[in-house]
Each structure stands twice: as structure tokens, then as C-alpha cells.
């Protein structure tokens, strides 16, 4: 399937991938996308899904204005991605919204999120230290409505 947005191929081909843009005040893109793997663990095209979405909100934010915060929301990006592929079934779904001087992605999967909480792990885990990145570089985050969302100012570098 050909990703798109208004109507134009922006991306290229994606094995079942879909892009939504929606236009307006609050500018946002949705991105959902089919994993390969099941229960057994990830394949090579799972693995490689963060960075497609991370090229991806960078594209957008260029595109809003506001690439200045690209650093922090591509992190943002890896770990809730991630963390959706690791530990969620079914599609994975990423939105980021830009809304006045804030950014706010979120993630879901057919998998129902509990309430979480950032633990910091042992010091020679070699993971389990996502949301505490999360907690650190985000304002503020949480799970609403299944999804698990955070935001971060992003002011636009514009001139106006």
C-alpha cells in the first residue's frame, strides 16, 4: 500500500501501512502499521519500524515549523514505538499532533495498556529504562483512552 497524504504519495510503498494528515489549527499525522511478528518476537521489519517513524514525524515537524524540537520527540518516538512493538499486539498506531507551541505523541496497540509507571531499572539491565526517558524528556505522559501519550513544548522557528 502506497502511503499518502492528501490525496499525493509522499512516502513510497509500505506493507500494510496507512497515513492520515488532517489539516487545520492543530496539525497532526497518524501512521499506522501491521507488525510481521506474533508472539515469538520481532522480525527484521519490526525492528526497523522505529526509525521509519521517527523519518517520518521529522518530515512533519520540517514541515510545521518546528524542527527545533526533533531531537527530543525522535526519542519520544523510539521508545513509544518500541515499546508498542515489544509489549503490544495487533497494528501499531502512532499520532503526533501539533498544536500551538505543543507537540503530542501517542501510541496504541490492540493491546490494552494499564496504567504504568516509570521504574528505574538495575544498573546492568540492558532494558526496562524507556519510560523512565519518557519521564525525563517529556512534560507530561500517561495512558488515555488505550493510548499512551506524552507532550513536550516545540516552539515554531518561523519568523512571523
Known amino acids: 500500500m502506497t502511503l499518502a497524504a492528501t ?61 527545533i524540537c526533533q531531537d527530543s520527540v525522535c526519542l519520544l518516538v523510539s521508545e513509544l514505538v518500541t515499546n508498542a512493538l ?14 500551538g ?14 496504567d504504568l509507571a516509570a521504574r528505574p531499572g538495575a544498573e546492568l539491565d540492558e532494558c526496562g529504562r524507556g519510560l523512565v526517558l519518557v519521564d525525563a524528556v517529556a512534560t507530561d505522559w500517561g495512558v488515555r483512552d488505550g493510548r499512551v501519550w506524552c507532550t513536550l513544548p516545540c516552539h515554531s522557528t518561523r519568523s512571523a
Open 86 to 99: 515489544l509489549h503490544g499486539r495487533g497494528p501499531v498506531s502512532f499520532r503526533m499532533v501539533h498544536r
Open 7 to 67: 490525496g499525493r504519495q509522499v512516502l513510497g510503498q509500505a506493507a500494510a501501512s496507512s497515513l492520515r494528515c488532517t489539516p487545520g489549527p492543530a496539525q497532526s499525522f497518524e501512521l499506522c502499521v501491521e507488525r510481521e511478528s506474533g508472539l515469538a518476537g520481532l522480525t527484521d521489519r519490526d525492528l526497523r519500524q522505529p526509525s521509519i517513524f521517527r523519518r517520518i514525524a521529522r518530515a512533519f515537524l520540517r514541515k510545521w515549523g518546528v524542527a
Open 101 to 114: 507551541r505543543i507537540v503530542e505523541l501517542s501510541v496504541a496497540t490492540d493491546e490494552s495498556v494499564p
